[in-house]
């Protein structure tokens, strides 16, 4: 029995057999073949191709609708890549030509031109397309199956260096009970993903992807970042209990809370929404007690190609008949980054400080205003509001309330009605805006803090990296200074303050932000019951004097043992 300690990214306990995903590549030697082989070698190739493409066609069939919306349209893309006639050509000249075996062809060929992609500046896309169809044909040539996580056979725990937000989108859900990795931080894309769906994970554990082996037994505990493989006997039964305790009492504290709403024992009433990256993830989230949307990311939609205007809609309008009434926020692209690549630009030196989010919109207004015209249609349909990301200055919000009135002219010129006031609100992420945010308030209709970025932004620590994930502190007093800032100015303008961030779906963090006068949480879903549970067991004076007297420990370790201690008196378990 070994124990490990990661970064606990997504609570609750996950007892199953490892899956482990490698990234390593297909090696094939170089093999010539003789005159009499060639004819056969062009068939196996044929052959592949078509096995290929029927798998994938197979995949797409098979998938639940909510992934296929997204992912369905990648294997689309490679199945319509396998029966390229240019392609084909080059493999076959390949082979008739050097006498090369097919699989060898394959190899020669597409990667050569993964390497040549690999000198052009925005092609990062095109080489993954060119990586999966050499993997898919290799498969075929080879027989050989290497596991990628998107069609278990049985129930396991995977385990992998990293995960990219697609490969963690393409994961099968039903069947993946916990992930590992060994970079990320608490709010990588892995750590969102996973807790959004309630899959326990860990993340920043080092040396797991090659220490662990496929069919090891693992337990992993995504409430402390405890990872155990190989446990005894007494380890396993402890750990079983711990997890079967730990979906009674979340499903019993689901069903008791779902239809209450958050309102302090004094009668202070909060709003708890819900983040979601796909409109399919709505009901669950209903089914958790959101009263709406408070962030829609819409950077899924984005993951092929640049989505078409109807895209947009399709998924917008699921989006609000999904809620009906009910607020939804749809937050405009935030590309780049940490997020996915943005198509088309050069690469650069500090992502994080470069041409990301409303940063690209300004630079691609095509891409921004094909969205923008999808979310004025749709704001005629539902409750509405729409939100940009990285507003660091006022410059920007009045060169984006300029788009949208260009967008909404054109829009008009074409008959449609846009009649509809679309609330307009920012993210406050940046600290320059969170500093500013008096000034900022009367030009906007809301804010909601991200402090994932804020807190990565304001104490210069990257969100996804493993290494530094001890500075990431959102107990840090200047993150707590901002965020009493934000909220305070959003209460003198009578602007709605909400926090998206991953901090407030910690749990350690409610008592502090009601306390500090948060009003609207917007969380992952499975955390709603425990969040509502809180703050229906204080008054709101009670919360306010756990804040000041956390705010005032001015340490952002002391802050959080003791925020965790107040917390552990409502809910003994879940700090
Ligand atoms: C944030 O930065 O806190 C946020 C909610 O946005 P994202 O995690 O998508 O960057
Ligand atoms: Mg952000």
Do not use: W
């Not at 590549?25 to 005159?35: A, C, E, H, L, T």
């Not at 097919?102 to 993954?128: C, D, G, S, W």
């Not at 804010?447 to 994930?469: C, K, P, W």
């Not at 800032?485 to 991953?502: F, K, Y």
């Amino acid at each position: 029995m070994e124990i490990r300690k990661g970064i606990p990214v997504s609570a609750g306990y996950a007892i199953a057999h490892a899956l482990v995903l490698g990234d390593e590549q297909y090696s094939i030697p170089r093999k010539i073949v003789n005159d009499a082989e060639v004819a056969g070698e062009v068939e196996r190739l044929r052959h592949a191709k078509a096995a290929a493409a029927e798998q994938m066609r197979a995949q797409v069939a098979r998938m639940p609708r909510r992934i296929a919306a997204v992912t369905g349209k990648i294997l689309e893309s490679h199945i319509a890549m396998l029966g390229d006639q240019e392609l084909h050509r080059e493999l076959e000249e390949d082979i008739r030509r050097n006498k090369h075996s097919a699989e060898y062809a394959v190899t020669r060929i597409l990667n050569h031109k993964i390497k040549l992609l690999a000198e052009t500046p925005f092609a990062q896309r095109f080489m993954e397309d060119f990586r999966a169809i050499e993997d898919a044909l290799l498969r075929q040539l080879t027989g050989e199956r290497r596991e990628d996580g998107t069609k278990l056979r049985q129930k396991a725990v995977i385990v992998a260096k990293a995960l990219t937000p697609a490969q963690t989108a393409m994961l099968d859900r039903g069947n993946v009970l916990g992930l590992i990795t060994e970079t990320g931080g608490r709010t990588s894309h892995t750590a969102i993903v996973a807790s959004s769906l309630g899959i326990p994970a860990v993340v920043g554990v080092e040396e797991i992807a090659s220490d662990v082996t496929t069919g090891d037994l693992l337990v992993l505990d995504g409430s402390t970042g405890t990872v155990i493989t190989d446990p005894d006997e007494a380890t396993l039964k402890r750990y079983q209990a711990m997890e079967r305790n730990f979906q009674v009492m979340g499903q019993r504290l689901s069903r008791e809370l779902r239809d209450l709403p958050a309102v302090t024992k004094d009668g202070t009433r909060v709003s708890i929404f819900a983040n979601i990256e796909m409109p399919d993830e709505i009901p669950a989230a209903l089914d958790h007690g959101a009263e709406g949307i408070g962030l829609y990311r819409t950077e899924f939609l984005f993951h092929k190609s640049s989505p078409t205007e109807k895209d947009h809609l399709e998924a917008y309008r699921k989006a609000v008949s999904l809620l009906g009434k009910r607020p939804l926020i749809i937050r405009t692209l935030d590309l780049g980054a940490d997020k996915m690549p943005a198509d088309g630009l050069p690469r650069e030196e500090n992502p994080f400080l470069g041409t990301r989010a409303v940063r690209l919109c300004f630079e691609r207004p095509e891409v921004f205003k094909t969205q923008l015209r999808a979310l004025l249609k749709v704001a005629e349909m539902g409750n509405v509001s729409v939100m940009i990301p990285m507003i660091s200055s006022i410059d920007e919000i009045f060169k984006v309330r300029e788009i949208v009135e260009q967008v909404r002219a054109e829009l008009r010129r074409e008959g449609e009605t846009t009649s509809r006031r679309v609330p307009l609100g920012i993210m406050i992420e940046v600290p320059s805006a969170a500093i500013t945010a008096d000034q900022i308030a009367p030009h906007v209709d809301f804010f909601s803090v991200g402090t994932n970025d804020l807190i990565a932004y304001t104490i210069a620590v990257d969100r996804t990296n493993e290494r530094v994930a001890a500075l990431y502190q959102p107990a840090h007093p200047a993150i707590l200074r901002l965020l009493q800032t934000v909220i305070e100015a959003g209460m003198r303008h009578g602007r709605d303050v909400s926090v998206c961030g991953e901090m407030s779906s910690d749990l350690t963090y409610t008592l502090l932000l009601l306390g500090m006068g948060l009003r609207t949480f917007s969380v992952v879903p499975p955390q709603i019951p425990e969040i509502k549970k809180v703050i229906r067991s204080v008054t709101l004076a009670e919360a306010k004097e756990v804040a000041a007297k956390a705010v005032a420990l001015g340490d952002a370790i002391k802050t959080t043992e003791y925020l965790r201690g107040e917390t552990r008196k409502i809910l003994p378990d879940a700090v």
